[in-house]
């Protein structure tokens, strides 16, 4: 089942200029993640911001989590061409047999072209 | 550091043959994911690993798939028979997650396999 679930699904926009990516969710959570996947890559991890936390920077990225609204956003600031991929919010999900919240569940992503 | 190592990176089978998935985790890392991503579905959890023992295989489609992982350093996805709707990209992820603490820690991913079924 979809838990995380990215807005909007595509977003093209020029150098220079900011992205915002969105991630709503259902449940309760204790952690949420960014990834980036590049064309034909596997995922890589970019943040992550527990519920504990409402914003959480690295470099050029910054992550908000309202979980009031159960919502996430990613900013990329001064984007560049090489920042073009896809962009996925994933949340842990309780796992009563196992006593684990370790699973993630990902979105579907959000696809970001970068044009020079 | 070689990251998470997967093999074959390109699979073409046909309907009916037996097709198998490896994974090399990162070294020193107690956990170990198998996910598939189609566009119709996205990324979906199939199995996953701690310590080498299977915590949760409520993903995995159906008993034509099963996955092992003999030891800390591998681990095999297999799909028996192969069926058109299996085609997609399977990845391998890789994680630490240190004893007795349930939290949820950034996973690293391999490449991926992608299996094409006619």
């Known amino acids: 089942s979809q838990q995380g679930e990215e807005d909007p699904q595509a977003l093209s926009i020029q150098e220079g200029e900011n992205a915002t990516m969105n991630c709503s969710y259902k449940?309760?959570?204790?952690?949420l993640q960014w990834y980036r996947q590049n064309s034909g890559r596997g995922l890589v991890h970019l943040i992550l911001?527990?519920?504990?936390?409402r914003e959480k920077h690295s470099g050029r990225l910054r992550v908000t989590l309202d979980t009031s609204k159960k919502s996430s956003s990613l900013l990329i600031t001064a984007s560049r061409a090489a920042d073009t991929a896809s962009y996925f919010c994933?949340?842990?999900?309780?796992?009563?047999?196992?006593?684990?919240?370790?699973?993630?569940?990902f979105g579907k992503g959000t696809l970001l072209t970068v044009n020079p | 550091d070689a990251g998470v190592i997967q093999s074959p990176r390109h699979e073409v089978t046909e309907m009916g043959q037996e097709v198998t998935l490896r994974c090399k985790p990162i070294?020193?890392?107690?956990?170990l994911f198998w996910y598939r991503q189609t566009m119709m579905r996205g990324l979906e959890l199939l199995i996953y690993f701690n310590n080498n023992v299977p915590i949760d295989d409520s993903g995995m489609p159906e008993d034509r798939f099963s996955a092992k992982m003999p030891n800390a350093s591998f681990s095999t996805l297999k799909i028996q028979p192969s069926e058109p709707r299996d085609s997609a990209v399977y990845f391998c992820a890789s994680s630490f997650r240190a004893g007795g603490h349930a939290d949820s820690y950034e996973q690293y991913f391999g490449p991926g396999t992608r299996l094409t079924v006619t």
């Open positions: 994933a949340t842990d999900e309780w796992m009563k047999r196992s006593g684990s919240n370790y699973k993630l569940t």
């Open positions: 070294s020193g890392h107690n956990s």
């Open positions: 449940t309760s959570i204790n952690n």
């Open positions: 911001i527990r519920s504990n936390e």
